[in-house]
């Protein structure tokens, strides 16, 4: 079973920098990590590969030094993996990415299935794969919390807002996953060895034959055109007296707001 | 791959669109906030507000509320594959209908059903598509789409002003849903092609979770427990205060993952967004993940033996207490006000 998973690797801290001429964030110089649901979706093609055989690529679409969030999946365990690396992909909003990812995927050949983390935690958007899926032109499933291979076909349990979801879908697909699928494993000594040796391959824009008029900015329907802190909460209150005397009073409170 | 083209001719697109969407056949409440907040933008374009409602035959039935709520018009689709939201025929049907009557705006709730129809349509039209919006306005006959991002620290502003429709889904519970009598009530019918190739995922069954007896997300009040609630069977207390004040369970991520409660309950970045008019946090520390997911909500509370938590930095009034002392009070003083 051969799996794709698309990751992206995100700012550790919360410290964001905006440039101010084309109203895009800056990442260089912000500590970076795997987005962490992403690791949940390398996790999960590890385990299905470890049953069913196969191998398992990772890619990214992102500026060179995107390169070491690829060895961090190679230290977990992934076999192969590709940066997507390419000028012409600069401010690429969730539309032009997936074209991109769905594009580079293409290029590398056939696959079974396609993992994506559910979201990424800076966008936060949960566009990027279904983008893909329909890139690719294949079924999606997106909050998977339970994934079950079967020859041909994927049992899926997703998580939905009051119930779970029990689908079936057949190969290939997209999948997403949510954060509770599983728990991410921590690299072993031989595999953080084989990420510190390993060389990883540069995909361009050419060589994944990418349109170039709908890929970066340029082939972005969206546009951020204002960034800007959020309205400061107010400070809050804090209450006195003993347990009894604040639930009273907090009680008197969201009265006179009309809270209850 | 099929390229469409782009940009589009922006004034052959006219009229907002909301997604009545629909489960079990009920209209879901997102969609009248839609509907409201619509209304202000239609009258800065002076244009219509019209919703989709697709569903199995009889879903016309629910297009009533939807006029209740000030819409124009009801694009109907009825078919027996659209009982139940899948990606596939829902986003076949949908897709057909709008490159049809070209809306210039679309609006869909940023649920779970929302954001994946949304992500798949946006680019089979090959228009922009804006997250889990929180603000909207027109300018200059644009739609500003704001919403926040980097876990809530930044809040961007974005267009699509070559693209139509201009896509967002938009967050619950951040509009007010209000009734207002449209000035007409219109039904139009439409007949989806739906293939074979979208019908490959099945729904094999529905699992439902009988800890949830209020949906989070449209909650007006919210009483969630954390870690220091100490112990999985002082969920009773919490659910015991969100009953006497008709309000639903939440949970952080660490009573989750700890098996406490199951993962329906998690309020924060990888469980739900919420903003009710009052979130109770009961032991909850307040990491920023759990942060974003309710900071803001109208008025927070918050009960922490530790008066450094961060939860105390958004809360609206903060108690530094044992919550096992003071939620039962809190129970017992509001039961006694109702009597």
């Known amino acids: ?260 | 791959m099929d390229l469409r083209p782009n940009p589009v001719e922006a004034a052959n697109w006219k009229g907002i669109w909301i997604f009545a969407e629909q489960r079990e056949g009920q209209v879901q409440n997102v969609a009248f906030e839609l509907l409201s907040e619509a209304q202000k933008l239609a009258a800065d374009l002076n244009c219509e507000v019209a919703a989709v409602l697709c569903g199995e035959a009889g879903i016309e039935k629910q297009a009533g509320t939807l006029f209740e709520y000030g819409a124009a018009r009801v694009y109907l689709i009825e078919h027996p594959e659209l009982k139940h939201y899948r990606t596939a025929p829902y986003t076949r049907a949908i897709t057909q209908l709008a490159l049809k009557y070209k809306p210039e705006i679309f609006l869909i709730g940023a649920t779970t059903v929302g954001r994946d129809l949304a992500a798949r349509m946006a680019v089979r039209i090959n228009c922009g598509l804006t997250a889990d919006c929180t603000g909207l306005a027109i300018e200059n006959g644009i739609l500003r789409q704001t919403r926040p991002a980097f876990g809530g620290n930044i809040m961007a502003t974005i267009i699509s002003p070559n693209h139509r429709p201009q896509m967002a889904t938009v967050r619950p519970k951040v509009f007010k849903k209000s009734k207002v009598k449209s000035q007409k009530s219109e039904i139009i019918k439409f007949d989806p092609v739906i293939n074979q190739e979208d019908l490959l995922v099945k729904l094999i069954n529905i699992v439902r979770d009988e800890s949830v007896k209020v949906n989070l997300q449209e909650a007006e009040i919210i009483i969630s427990g954390g870690r220091g609630i100490g112990d999985p069977k002082n969920f009773a207390m919490i659910e015991e205060l969100a009953g006497v004040l008709g309000g639903a369970v939440g949970a952080s991520r660490a009573t989750v993952d700890a098996g406490w409660i199951s993962a329906h309950h998690q309020v924060g970045q990888t469980g739900k967004t919420v903003s009710p008019k009052l979130y109770i946090a009961c032991g909850i520390a307040g990491k920023i993940q759990h942060l974003v997911g309710m900071q803001s909500s109208d008025t927070i509370i918050a009960i922490n033996k530790d008066p450094d938590a961060p939860i105390f930095k958004v809360a609206t009034y903060g108690i530094v207490g044992d919550c096992l002392e003071v939620v039962p009070l809190l129970t017992k003083k509001i039961k006694e006000l109702r009597g």
């Not at chain 1, 969030?69 to 000028?87: N, T």
């Not at chain 1, 690719?136 to 119930?163: G, Y």
């Not at chain 1, 400061?232 to 009273?248: D, R």
Request: include cysteine; charged fraction near 25%.
């Open chain 1, 1 to 260: 079973m051969d799996i794709v998973v698309c990751i992206k690797q995100v700012p550790d801290t919360t410290e964001v920098r905006i440039n101010p001429e084309t109203n895009t964030l800056i990442r260089e110089g912000v500590p970076a990590i795997v987005n962490p649901i992403d690791e949940n979706a390398v996790e999960e093609a590890l385990r299905l590969r470890d049953k069913h055989g196969g191998k398992v690529t990772v890619i990214t679409m992102g500026p060179p030094q995107a390169t070491e969030a690829l060895k961090q999946c190679i230290a977990m365990g992934a076999d192969e993996v590709y940066l997507i690396s390419d000028r012409a992909f600069a401010g690429s909003d969730t539309w032009a990415t997936s074209y991109t990812l769905a594009t580079a995927i293409k290029k590398l050949g056939k696959f079974d299935l396609i993992l994506c983390g559910k979201q990424a935690i800076d966008g936060d958007t949960a566009q990027v794969g279904p983008g893909i899926a329909e890139w690719l032109n294949i079924p999606q499933v997106t909050f998977a919390i339970k994934v079950e291979v079967d020859s041909s076909k994927v049992k899926v349990e997703r998580l939905l807002e009051e119930v779970n979801e029990i689908v079936e879908i057949p190969l290939p697909c997209v999948l997403t996953v949510v954060k509770q699928i599983n728990e991410p494993r921590v690299p072993s000594l031989k595999g953080l060895m084989r990420a510190k040796k390993a060389e990883i391959k540069t995909l361009s824009a050419a060589e994944i034959e990418a349109d170039q008029a709908v890929t970066g900015l340029k082939g972005s329907p969206t546009r951020v055109v204002k960034i800007f802190a959020p309205p400061a909460k107010g400070g809050g209150e804090m209450l006195s007296g003993t347990a009894e005397e604040m639930v009273v009073a907090v009680i008197d409170k969201l009265r006179e707001r009309k809270t209850i």
